[in-house]
């Protein structure tokens, strides 16, 4: 019902920056929240930014805070994660997902997109 590709992912140097891309396609309607995870060798999923529909207040995870910005184009229904100041630790495959309205989880995920920060 929904689908989401991402692009934008590839190696950088500590320090750099890369955005992000997610378009959805399908029945984007229903969409409420959109978010980004990560998940880094031999490191369990992680959740790094999230936006809902109409907000102007994303939340982060601590880590990313004051370096990565999420934003929503909703012509072109399509969610950004702009990463600044890149660390390697921010190195892994980052997911997108999204949830629809009445929804208490993610319901629909991307393939997801390699980062690969080097120092």
């Known amino acids: 019902q929904v689908q989401l590709v991402e692009s934008g992912g590839g190696p950088v140097q500590a320090g750099g920056s890369l955005r992000l891309s997610c378009a959805a396609s399908g029945r984007t309607f229903n969409i409420n929240v959109m978010g980004w995870f990560r998940q880094g060798p031999g490191k369990e999923r992680e959740f790094v930014a999230a936006?809902?529909?109409?907000?102007?207040?994303?939340n982060y995870t601590d880590s990313v805070k004051g370096r990565f910005t999420i934003s929503r184009d909703y012509a072109k229904n399509t969610v950004y994660l702009q990463m600044n100041s890149l660390k390697p630790e921010d190195t892994g495959v980052y997911y997108c997902?999204?949830?629809?309205?009445?929804?208490?989880?993610?319901?629909?995920w991307g393939q997801g997109t390699q980062v690969t920060v080097s120092s």
């Open positions: 997902a999204a949830q629809i309205y009445a929804s208490t989880k993610y319901d629909y």
């Open positions: 936006i809902r529909r109409s907000s102007s207040t994303p």
